[in-house]
């Protein structure tokens, strides 16, 4: 596997499988990796919103105080190289080859092949590849946000400093279960014994489950809603409250890791690069929005930033949405209706993507305004956006692997060779 092109085809072919809900085939293969997650310091997060944007306002934090930082997230939007990164550049393609022949060749003899059920998982790969490589780079703190869930992630096999649990919320309920307390204990999966938890603002009933999660490990628990009783949350440049709400968690953690990483200032909160959250580009003659709000818990700040847009153009944007999952779409349409001009209606890429017509169902009736069932390719080209006049405000709101699509034709690249995830239901292992 000397080359890129093999790496990618081999990766797709993982890709491809599908994803496995479990953590000991994980556990297995780090082992035979002389478990490289024990080389440095790492700060874990979980969460149903806000784990990505916590994990990259705490890097760059960290980085601005001269810490060396790795950062794993995911999806990725435009390169698969996004989700594994040290000082915020991307691992580089000759290092993606690499740790992808000397893993293949371990998970081979582990488990005979990827024809093997046993075989690692696509997420799997890419998150040993991302510890190695932390281990190799000697980080003095990663960030590593959880794939899904917690209890089974493959991630967690981390023994981090810190755990944090950002919020609750109904979604990927095939998975996690369909309550909030269970999908409250998947998540709490990531307290580990004796190691501190910081919770986001949380309801009492999935609070009482973190609560005495925690106290069976005998794990510290911090919480956001204890921490600002007297005094506002920080800013950051990210918009909406809940944003705020993220850096109040950003800042907390490094006040509970004041003695193992001190730092001088948070200023950097007011300097975070998390695309696709709330992201404005300036297009010739319009402004596009790109936001990945693309859950019922996203509803809230998605009101918030479409009021402000309104108050500050006095007319309504227009709006283009592609969403996965029938419940998500019954939550986020009759938003997005109650302030579009007129709606665009894409399928991602992805195959539990809604087609437009399931939808222009979940549109209510009372909404007058040009519903148009559109392609991402017909609707952008390279720096272009073909719908709306000069002035307008369009958004994109929706699944984060739309938003990856947009930014891939606008900036003029080709497809990522390997490609997203395939969200579809997991097999349990």
Not at 8 to 31: A, D, H, P, V
Not at 71 to 83: A, D, G, V
Not at 209 to 233: G, H, N
Request: hydrophobic share 40%.
């Amino acid at each position: 596997m000397g080359d890129f092109k093999k790496t990618t085809e081999f990766l797709f072919s993982l890709r491809n499988r599908g994803s496995k809900y479990g953590i000991e085939r994980m556990r297995s293969f780090s082992e035979a990796l002389d478990s490289p997650e024990k080389n440095f310091k790492s700060i874990h997060v979980a969460g149903t919103n806000g784990k990505g944007s916590v994990c990259a306002m705490l890097e760059a934090v960290y980085r601005d105080n001269g810490y060396k930082t790795g950062l794993f997230t995911s999806p990725h939007l435009i390169r698969l190289n996004e989700r594994i990164q040290v000082n915020r550049c991307p691992i580089a393609d000759a290092r993606l080859i690499e740790y992808t022949r000397t893993l293949k060749l371990i998970s081979d003899k582990l488990s005979g092949g990827p024809a093997s059920e046993n075989y690692p998982s696509f997420f799997e790969f890419i998150t040993a590849i991302a510890f190695q490589y932390f281990s190799d780079e000697k980080v003095d703190i990663a960030l590593i946000e959880t794939g899904l869930g917690g209890r089974l992630d493959a991630s967690n096999i981390l023994l981090p400093e810190l755990s944090i649990i950002t919020s609750i919320g109904m979604d990927h309920t095939d998975i996690l279960g369909t309550s909030l307390e269970a999908i409250a204990r998947e998540k709490a999966g990531i307290i580990k014994k004796g190691r501190p938890v910081l919770l986001g603002s949380l309801a009492k009933n999935t609070q009482a489950i973190m609560d005495e999660t925690a106290s069976k490990v005998m794990a510290p628990v911090y919480k956001l809603d204890e921490r600002f009783q007297s005094e506002p949350l920080p800013k950051t440049n990210l918009a909406s409250s809940y944003q705020e709400h993220n850096a109040g968690l950003a800042l907390q953690a490094t006040e509970i890791l004041s003695q193992t990483f001190p730092i001088e200032s948070a200023q950097a909160l007011k300097a975070v690069d998390w695309g696709g959250r709330w992201q404005a580009i300036k297009l010739k003659d319009k402004t596009l929005i790109l936001d990945a709000s693309h859950n019922p818990e996203a509803c809230l700040p998605l009101r918030e930033n479409l009021t402000a847009i309104l108050k500050t153009d006095k007319k309504k944007p227009i709006i283009i949405t592609g969403i996965l999952g029938v419940e998500r779409a019954k939550s986020l349409m009759p938003i997005l209706a109650e302030f579009a001009r007129e709606l665009h209606l894409v399928t991602p890429d992805q195959p539990r993507a809604c087609e437009a017509p399931t939808l222009k169902e979940s549109i209510p009736s009372e909404f007058k305004g040009a519903i148009c069932p559109a392609k991402v390719s017909t609707l952008f080209s390279k720096n272009t956006c073909h719908i709306g006049d000069a002035g307008d405000t369009l958004v994109v709101s929706g699944s984060i692997y739309l938003i990856g699509e947009i930014l891939t034709i606008l900036e003029g690249l080709s497809p990522d060779p390997i490609g997203q995830d395939r969200i579809k239901p997991f097999s349990q292992s």
